[in-house]
């Protein structure tokens, strides 16, 4: 089910990346239960487009945690290498439910938006993945308590780097840049 506007190859206006950030938030709740939500095709490529290497990979991850339609219309052969293995870490997202556990919160909302996938296949464990997305024009710091994010704490960072669980958390810190996301690989224990 297409759930919005085209995306388009801008970051505001008309036919832009934010009619994706709010169709996509505001129609999840019926994925994957009445549909399976078609954000649009996720922008990969290096040309022809007026975003930002943030707001690429931010965009691509929003729409990859959402588990509905994941394609792209770019060349896959002319892609950097960087975004061939985005698109890679997009295609284990595709099932599952993806909560949006802060969305409704504050008032006026939050640029920052959180997206919570549970049971995610990564480095052959299967993880919890926490998308922290700055839709705003300014920069931010944020603090969440695994309550606020709807997780059992506590939890361990996943070290891509050592292959391993590091130090229990029961809070996530974060800060980013304008349209920056962040995307954390979490382990219950």
Request: proline share 6%; charged share 20%.
């Amino acid at each position: 089910m297409r759930i919005g506007r085209d995306v388009g190859v801008k970051w505001a206006g008309e036919q832009s990346a934010q009619s994706l950030l709010a169709a996509l938030m505001l129609r999840n709740f019926a994925n994957p239960i009445l549909w399976q939500a078609d954000p649009d095709c996720v922008l990969l490529r290096s040309r022809f487009h007026h975003l930002t290497d943030d707001e690429i990979r931010s965009l691509a991850l929003y729409a990859g945690m959402s588990g509905g339609v994941l394609m792209t219309s770019d060349a896959l052969h002319e892609l950097p290498p960087e975004r061939v293995e985005l698109l890679r870490l997009l295609q284990v997202m595709d099932a599952g439910e993806c909560r949006y556990p802060l969305l409704g919160q504050t008032d006026p909302p939050d640029p920052v938006v959180a997206q919570v996938r549970e049971a995610v296949p990564h480095a052959g464990e299967m993880l919890i993945a926490v998308h922290l997305f700055n839709t705003g024009d300014e920069a931010v710091s944020r603090r969440y308590s695994l309550g606020d994010l709807g997780i059992a704490g506590p939890v361990a960072w996943w070290g891509a780097a050592s292959g391993a669980a590091e130090a229990a958390a029961t809070a996530i810190s974060v800060s980013l840049r304008p349209h920056e996301s962040k995307l954390l690989w979490l382990k219950i224990g």
